[in-house]
């Protein structure tokens, strides 16, 4: 069974950093993994995905929103995704998700009902 569990969120202030990790269990398949927030009051929005074989990045990409602001990167050894998220501002306050979907290239990477497994999220805040 495909388990994802996010640490790493928090309370910062605008400009501040954060790093998010999702550690995934119970699959050995490189699944094409993918980042969703979700503000209070607003649909769940795609912040970024990332597929990887071994140490090469096949496919990343990110939301206009958040281009060179946040880095996503993927640790297949450790099973893990991370989202490095610099010069936060005010309007990233959400909870942050991780999902993971068979591949990144068919249909649209931040339609987040194509992706089949999500974690439970973790909480970023970013005061003014």
């Known amino acids: 069974q495909v388990q994802l569990v996010e640490s790493g969120g928090g309370s910062v202030q605008a400009g501040g950093s954060l790093t998010l990790s999702c550690a995934a269990f119970g699959y050995t398949y490189s699944y094409c993994m993918g980042w969703f927030r979700q503000a209070p009051g607003k649909e769940r929005e795609g912040v970024a995905a990332i597929w990887t074989t071994g140490d090469r990045i096949d496919y990343a990409v990110y939301a206009d929103s958040v281009k060179g602001r946040f880095a996503t990167s993927q640790d297949n050894v450790k099973n893990t995704v991370y989202l490095q998220m610099n010069a936060l501002k005010p309007e990233d306050t959400a909870m942050y998700y991780c999902?993971?979907?068979?591949?990144?290239?068919?249909?649209?990477?931040?339609?987040?009902?194509?992706?089949?497994?999500w974690g439970q999220g973790t909480q970023v805040t970013v005061s003014s």
């Open positions: 999902a993971a979907r068979y591949d990144c290239y068919s249909g649209s990477w931040s339609r987040s009902d194509e992706y089949s497994y």
